[in-house]
């Protein structure tokens, strides 16, 4: 399945909350700046070659849980935001969901290798909130979802890729959403320390690299401004959506996020950093 009719190609922003001294460089969706600028001018005779790069620049690859992984329903994983969304209004053309998608969650393996033999160092991937937590912090961790991403980490590292882990890509618990309002109510900070806790705990023996939050101006944005992707609120003349305040409503939300990175951030660097270093 191919999202990208319904969110636009975007400029790469998140909160990486810990890297080593090696530089790290951002990195821009099809060679565009937001503007829509090109990086590098269109020239045949321009030959870019790895020792054009810094020592420690990392060549990688990155995708979202809703957007590859499909198993929408399968060895625990609860109903998410998006496929409330999807199967209500319908996503993309023809009515598309990632139910299936890529089918990652049955072909990682293959597309390990298949990164491997292309040269790639480092694999950018999130995390899917209702694998892990179906039922969010008052329910039980789901060890078949903590088992797939372990051996996602796993076989990255046999094949020398770096795993890059995404906390949330606009992608959690639809019970959330019901419950609280998601990140309209202070309450979602909680769900996603507790959820940032998990993956802390699960994974950073092997995982140097963390991303809290994707994007959360562009989340924002479409969510509770627009309103063109879950949970659909907005106000005239900025969309129109069933309910929501395009004035109020992403500035609550961002406030909620943003302290939810920065309590994820404290988190790890006071309980986790020291003891997860390679």
Same mark, same amino acid.
């Given at each position: 399945?191919?999202?990208?009719?319904?969110?636009?190609?975007?400029?790469?922003?998140?909160?990486?909350?810990?890297?080593?001294?090696?530089?790290?460089? /951002?990195?821009?969706? @099809? #060679?565009?700046? *937001? =503007?829509?600028?090109?990086?590098?001018?269109?020239?045949?005779?321009?030959? &870019?070659?790895?020792?054009?790069?810094?020592?420690?620049?990392?060549?990688?690859?990155?995708?979202?849980?809703?957007?590859?992984?499909?198993?929408?329903?399968?060895?625990?994983?609860?109903?998410?935001?998006?496929?409330?969304?999807?199967?209500?209004? /319908?996503?993309?053309? @023809? #009515?598309?969901? *990632? =139910?299936?998608?890529?089918?990652?969650?049955?072909?990682?393996?293959?597309? &390990?290798?298949?990164?491997?033999?292309?040269?790639?160092?480092?694999?950018?991937?999130?995390?899917?909130?209702?694998?892990?937590?179906?039922?969010?912090?008052?329910?039980?961790?789901?060890?078949?979802?903590?088992?797939?991403?372990?051996?996602?980490?796993?076989?990255?590292?046999?094949?020398?890729?770096?795993?890059?882990?995404?906390?949330?890509?606009?992608?959690?618990?639809?019970?959330?959403?019901?419950?609280?309002?998601?990140?309209?109510?202070?309450?979602?900070?909680?769900?996603?320390?507790?959820?940032?806790?998990?993956?802390?705990?699960?994974?950073?023996?092997?995982?140097?690299?963390?991303?809290?939050?994707?994007?959360?101006?562009?989340?924002?944005?479409?969510?509770?401004?627009?309103?063109?992707?879950?949970?659909?609120?907005?106000?005239?003349?900025?969309?129109?959506?069933?309910?929501?305040?395009?004035?109020?409503?992403?500035?609550?939300?961002?406030?909620?996020?943003?302290?939810?990175?920065?309590?994820?951030?404290?988190?790890?660097?006071?309980?986790?950093?020291?003891?997860?270093?390679?």
């Amino acid at each position: 399945m191919n999202l990208k009719t319904v969110i636009p190609t975007v400029s790469l922003f998140f909160f990486l909350i810990y890297a080593p001294a090696a530089p790290l460089l /951002g990195a821009f969706n @099809n #060679g565009e700046y *937001g =503007d829509g600028e090109s990086i590098f001018e269109e020239n045949e005779d321009t030959q &870019i070659k790895r020792s054009d790069f810094p020592s420690g620049f990392l060549f990688g690859a990155a995708t979202s849980a809703y957007q590859v992984e499909g198993a929408y329903l399968e060895d625990g994983k609860s109903l998410s935001n998006w496929d409330v969304f999807c199967h209500s209004v /319908g996503c993309g053309e @023809n #009515g598309a969901n *990632g =139910d299936v998608a890529d089918d990652h969650y049955h072909m990682f393996l293959g597309d &390990i290798e298949l990164m491997h033999s292309l040269g790639i160092q480092a694999y950018r991937f999130s995390v899917s909130w209702p694998r892990i937590l179906p039922r969010g912090r008052f329910g039980k961790v789901n060890a078949a979802g903590i088992m797939f991403y372990n051996k996602i980490i796993d076989n990255l590292i046999l094949k020398g890729i770096e795993p890059f882990v995404t906390i949330y890509h606009v992608f959690f618990t639809q019970e959330l959403e019901d419950k609280y309002g998601s990140w309209l109510n202070p309450e979602m900070q909680e769900e996603f320390i507790y959820l940032a806790e998990v993956c802390f705990k699960s994974f950073g023996d092997r995982v140097k690299y963390w991303i809290t939050i994707n994007e959360p101006k562009l989340d924002v944005e479409y969510a509770y401004e627009s309103g063109i992707i879950p949970p659909s609120r907005c106000s005239e003349p900025f969309g129109k959506c069933l309910d929501g305040n395009s004035d109020v409503e992403p500035i609550i939300a961002m406030q909620n996020m943003l302290l939810a990175h920065g309590r994820a951030a404290k988190l790890y660097h006071d309980h986790f950093q020291a003891s997860n270093q390679l």
